[in-house]
Structures are given as C-alpha cells and as structure tokens.
C-alpha cells in the first residue's frame, strides 16, 4: 500500500556519470515534485509537475532534467554528477498544486564521490 | 518570491515541558501554511496546516497560530514526549502557481 515510491533508496557513485532516480505515485494527484535535502537538512523545491506538464523549475542547473511519462510517474536524471550534487531527492505529490497536503517519499541519498 | 525564516533552529525541553516554534513569511499573498515532522533517517510528514481565513488550529497536543497582519505563525507542542523529538519545518505557499517554501527547520529534542 505504498503511497509515493522511489528507487533507488541509496545511489552511490563517480563524478561526471549520468543517473536516474525513479518515482510512482499511487494516490491518483495530479502533482508530482522534486525536492533535494543538503547535508544541512534544508528543503529546497527543483522542480513540479501538474499533469504530465512542467510548472516550477527552480534555478536547477539544466544538467538536471525530469521527465513525466504520466501522471503517476516523475522521474529525475542527472548528468555529469558533482560533488554537490550529494544529498538526499526527495519525490512528493498533492492532489492539487502547492495549497495541499504533499506525501512524500522515502527518499533517495545521493553520494557523488 | 516567497521567503519563511523559521527560529529556532535547535530546540531541547525536558519531557513534559511545551515548545514553541516560529516562522515569519515575506509574501502577503501567502495562504497556506503547513507543518511537517522528519524523524531521522525518514520522509518528511505533515502534522498540521492552516490555511489564512483560520487564525488557530488545534489537532491533541498541537496547535498552529497564525498572525497574518504580522506575518508569522507558530507551532506549539504542548505535554511533549522523547518520539516529538525530530526535525520540524514550517512551510508557505499560495494559490498563485508557487511553489511550497520551507523554513530551515527546528531541531526539537526531547530528554526523559
């Protein structure tokens, strides 16, 4: 019965590789976001998806590029990884754009060594 | 756009005690002002929300105020118990197609 799944939990690898961290939803929203927690716990939005659409894209570095194939899914990929780019991503979703109640989900830690 | 400055960062009572936290916002279009929890380790969860026509929400032990004149709200535990103790983050948006922006967030410990 997991509400907001993600995968992987735990990423680990070398600078300048490309990864993907995947997310699905099974509440039935219509909006779906990333989230990167730094080492200092700080919740920074990157980007939202209402619909399959792209609504916030927050000063992300374009290395950085999500991508919803439906409304359920909102994936992330991230080209030649830095050293900052470590921290934990996390995905959530709302039935309805920002006034509402976000599930997040478990979370995946980045290390880029 | 929107920033939420949220004090204090660090925050340890004794079991029992009550605790306070605070958050001021900079965008009076602002209407939405949720609450969440994150326990080491786990996902960020909401405990409690309030929306700008409501100046008090009280869910048992916790309890949202907000000052909309004054732009800020606050979070208050009452009876706290050693599993309150997390890291709790205010947050603030509005309707307007921005997004969610949280506070730095209050480490709360709670010692039996």
């Known amino acids: ?113 | 756009g929107e920033n939420v400055e949220q004090h204090p960062s660090t925050l340890s009572v004794q079991e029992g005690d009550s605790a306070v936290i605070k958050c001021t916002y900079s965008d009076s279009a602002s209407n939405y002002f949720p609450w969440y929890k994150q326990e080491l380790g786990k996902r960020p969860q909401l405990i409690i929300d309030i929306r700008s026509n409501v100046g008090e929400k009280k869910d048992q032990r916790i309890a949202v105020t907000l000052n909309k004149t004054a732009k800020h709200f606050s979070l208050h535990i009452t009876e706290t118990q050693p599993e309150d103790s997390a890291v709790y983050f205010c947050a603030a948006s509005h309707q307007a197609g921005t997004a969610l922006i949280f506070g730095k967030g209050t480490t709360l410990s709670v010692s039996s």
């Open chain 1, 1 to 113: 019965d997991t509400a907001v799944s993600q995968t992987p939990k735990y990423l680990v690898t070398q600078m300048g590789n490309d990864k993907s961290i995947k997310c699905e939803q099974n509440l039935g929203h219509d909006t779906m976001y990333w989230y990167k927690q730094d080492s200092k716990k700080f919740l920074k939005i990157m980007f939202s998806y209402n619909n399959k659409e792209l609504i916030i894209n927050e000063t992300v570095p374009n290395r950085f590029s999500p991508k919803s194939p439906d409304k359920a899914h909102l994936n992330l990929h991230i080209n030649s990884l830095e050293l900052g780019d470590s921290a934990v991503y996390f995905c959530a979703s709302s039935p309805e754009f920002s006034t509402d109640t976000q599930y997040f989900g478990p979370g995946t830690r980045l290390t880029v060594l």
